[in-house]
């Protein structure tokens, strides 16, 4: 299965391509898409779909792995930016006749690590000798994006 993780964000978004079934899967590319804070939203987000249509193109993947939308009640604004993020990548996706899975960062988590509530360090860690890296994939975006990779991997093979 070739699959793209994205853990979109309108300063950086973080992509992740892997190879394989279950756990057994191989790193392709990872990387991060950033934006210039002092453009106006509709060229930033301009960018991100260009740029998730490009990796799109390189790569030809089967599947597209978002994490869902969560936003904590005090902080609405960053449900909304980071909803248009997502807005450009799953155009991107439709655009590409790709289909798009999206899980909870929880399940994930409880995944790949056991834990649903697990630290972004453990999650680096686990990503890190998952695939074998010498060193932890930074910035953590880009750690994200390889989890969705390979929970969806994880999970698409076990059922779960």
Same mark, same amino acid.
């Given at each position: 299965?070739?699959?793209?993780?994205?853990d @979109? *964000?309108?300063?950086?978004? *973080?992509?992740?391509?892997?190879?394989?079934?279950?756990?057994? +899967?191989?790193?392709?590319?990872? *990387?991060?898409i950033?934006?210039?804070p002092? &453009?106006?939203?509709?060229v930033?987000?301009?960018?991100? =779909?260009?740029?998730?249509?490009?990796?799109?193109?390189? /790569?030809? @993947?089967?599947?597209?792995?978002?994490? %869902?939308?969560?936003?904590?009640?005090k902080?609405?604004?960053?449900?909304y930016?980071?909803?248009?993020?997502? *807005?450009?990548?799953c155009l991107?996706?439709?655009?590409?006749? !790709?289909? +798009? /899975?999206?899980?909870?960062a929880?399940?994930?988590?409880?995944?790949?690590?056991?834990?649903?509530?697990?630290?972004?360090?453990?999650?680096?860690?686990?990503?890190?000798?998952?695939?074998?890296? %010498?060193?932890? @994939?930074? @910035?953590?975006? +880009?750690? &994200?994006?390889?989890?969705?990779?390979?929970? =969806?991997?994880? !999970?698409?093979?076990?059922k779960?």
């Amino acid at each position: 299965m070739r699959i793209l993780g994205i853990d @979109p *964000g309108l300063h950086t978004t *973080g992509y992740g391509f892997i190879e394989g079934e279950g756990l057994g +899967v191989r790193l392709i590319e990872a *990387g991060f898409i950033r934006t210039n804070p002092k &453009d106006n939203l509709p060229v930033r987000l301009g960018h991100i =779909h260009r740029a998730v249509n490009k990796i799109i193109g390189k /790569f030809k @993947p089967e599947v597209l792995v978002l994490e %869902k939308l969560y936003a904590h009640w005090k902080h609405p604004t960053t449900a909304y930016i980071l909803g248009y993020a997502r *807005g450009m990548v799953c155009l991107a996706a439709e655009e590409n006749n !790709i289909e +798009v /899975f999206e899980y909870a960062a929880t399940r994930i988590k409880k995944a790949l690590v056991g834990n649903g509530h697990a630290s972004k360090l453990q999650m680096q860690r686990m990503i890190q000798g998952l695939l074998s890296l %010498k060193t932890m @994939p930074e @910035p953590p975006d +880009v750690s &994200d994006a390889l989890a969705l990779c390979i929970g =969806h991997s994880y !999970i698409a093979t076990k059922k779960l």
